[in-house]
């Protein structure tokens, strides 16, 4: 056995909290002793994203002893690398150009998908023109499921294989306006290139991996395994997120938790079981 490739894949939009932490520790955990933890940086929205948040949170991860096993990858450095794959499927007639606005994106929606954007219902995947103003690209899911004649399936660590609701998800946007790519595009990129074999990630990303699957399979690009695991809380049994404010490492650190500790923390409400809640004042 020599272990997996595994990945902690953070944004810079703000501070780490307890969630960012039980899942690095659950990636580097399923890498095992024999395989490799990478690190990557998610910082293709450049409205959210900061510098200062990118350096925060490598800061953090050294400060928790989680070191990555090869150089870490930033995805801002790479956006012709994501482009040039999204034209491999331009040529073969799978995306479009689509000008609508956020607001006519939601006139025209025909219901949400399972992350809860809406589905595009416009009028753009019939244009044949590339327009002048700008524009997002967008995947021709229908078309991108016929090409493939199955919806693709993708295997979870624990043994389950599932059909995912790729269809559900509709068109989605594979390339901002802003900067020509998106997650979904660059995650698949970077997890074939970095040859990464299971991705670990919170739950919240489970209906998106039938996304991830379409475009993997698309583009020739390996299957990795999946372990999607629990969300951490808070009191309202909401996600915990840097948005709305949930208390961050510094925080934790400032109010004297070690880093053994809170790694110990983290690990505990993971193993726990799914959905935590994890109050305010974190019991040691
Ligand atoms: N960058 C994503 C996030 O911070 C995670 C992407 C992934 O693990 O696939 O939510
Ligand atoms: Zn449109």
């Not at 997996?4 to 307890?18: E, I, N, V």
């Not at 997002?136 to 899911?141: A, F, G």
């Not at 919240?204 to 395994?225: C, I, K, M, N, Y």
């Amino acid at each position: 056995m020599t272990g997996f490739r595994t990945r902690f894949a953070p944004s810079p939009t703000g501070y780490l909290h307890l969630g960012h932490v039980a899942s690095a520790c659950h990636a580097r955990e399923m890498a095992g002793a024999q395989g490799k933890f990478l690190i990557r940086i998610e910082d293709i929205d450049m409205q959210r994203c900061l510098p200062r948040f990118g350096q925060a949170l490598l800061d953090d991860l050294q400060w928790l002893g989680l070191a990555s096993s090869e150089a870490i990858l930033r995805q801002s450095d790479h956006l012709p690398f994501y482009r040039a794959t999204l034209d491999r499927l331009r040529r073969e007639g799978l995306v479009y150009a689509c000008t609508c606005s956020r607001a006519q994106v939601q006139a025209s929606a025909q219901g949400f998908a399972p992350d809860g954007s809406p589905v595009y219902g416009g009028p753009c995947r019939e244009a044949v023109h590339r327009p002048n103003g700008p524009y997002v690209w967008r995947l021709n899911m229908e078309k991108a499921l016929t090409r493939l004649g199955v919806t693709p399936s993708w295997q979870e660590l624990d043994g389950r294989r599932i059909v995912g609701q790729a269809a559900a998800f509709g068109d989605v946007v594979l390339g901002r306006r802003d900067n020509g790519v998106s997650y979904h595009l660059c995650v698949i990129c970077d997890d074939a290139r970095q040859g990464i074999t299971l991705v670990t990630r919170g739950a919240d990303l489970f209906e998106a991996t039938s996304v991830h699957r379409v475009l993997q399979e698309l583009l020739g690009f390996p299957e990795p395994l999946y372990a999607h695991h629990g969300l951490i809380c808070d009191e309202a049994g909401r996600k915990l997120s840097k948005r709305d404010g949930a208390e961050s490492l510094r925080a934790l650190r400032e109010k004297g938790l070690t880093a053994p500790e809170l790694i110990a923390l983290a690990r505990r409400v993971l193993s726990a079981g799914e959905i935590i809640p994890v109050g305010r004042n974190v019991d040691r």
